[in-house]
């Protein structure tokens, strides 16, 4: 096997391992019977027990990439011994990098782009809307690319940027596959702390 057959198969084996436990994620959420109660990407999303339930279930796509990560990881390794090593290596590689990414995140560095806190907060700038101490007399929040807006009065009620939400892009195929690839499903656009 030359050189550049090797590079390619390493390159194949890498992709492969690098999309298949991304698949919740990239694919299962954007069917059509999973966003009938969603507008269309990427307007503004209402505050509803919908888009709670939508951050939970992109919660949990997320880490089930966990369970589906070991099928490339053993794959790889099977590969390496008795198949072909360099395809073998490039499914090693990008799996056991991605296993390594994932549980960084469970003892610090950055925190996955769906979170219980998140969905939380939803739910509680919801609620808060429905009372009368809301805003304004008819709070109707929405969460843009940037925060949480009510769209009547527009008072900002949070500085937490919108990831992914599993909708289907408003992109071509190939250029929104490859955004939600780089980005892993995180906010294109991260907002400033504030100080205290």
Request: aromatic letters at 14%; one cysteine or more.
């Amino acid at each position: 096997m030359s050189f550049l057959t090797g590079v390619g198969y390493f390159f194949i084996g890498g992709c492969i391992a690098h999309m298949l436990p991304r698949f919740p994620f990239l694919l299962m959420s954007r069917t059509k019977g999973f966003n009938t109660r969603f507008p269309s990407h990427p307007e503004a999303i209402p505050l509803s027990p919908y888009l709670t339930q939508r951050v939970l279930h992109m919660r949990m796509f997320y880490w089930m990439g966990l369970i589906v990560v070991f099928l490339p990881l053993i794959l790889g390794l099977v590969s390496v011994r008795w198949g072909n090593a360099a395809f073998g290596f490039g499914l090693w590689i990008a799996s056991g990098w991605y296993l390594l990414n994932r549980l960084q995140s469970l003892i610090g560095g950055q925190t996955p782009p769906w979170t219980k806190e998140m969905a939380l907060e939803l739910q509680i700038l919801a609620n808060l809307a429905e009372e009368s101490g809301g805003c304004c007399n008819w709070a109707s929040p929405y969460w843009q690319v940037a925060g949480i807006v009510c769209v009547n009065c527009n008072t900002k009620l949070s500085n937490m940027p919108r990831p992914d939400l599993g909708r289907k892009r408003s992109e071509r195929r190939p250029l929104g596959f490859f955004r939600l690839l780089v980005s892993d499903g995180y906010p294109m656009l991260t907002m400033p702390e504030e100080e205290e």
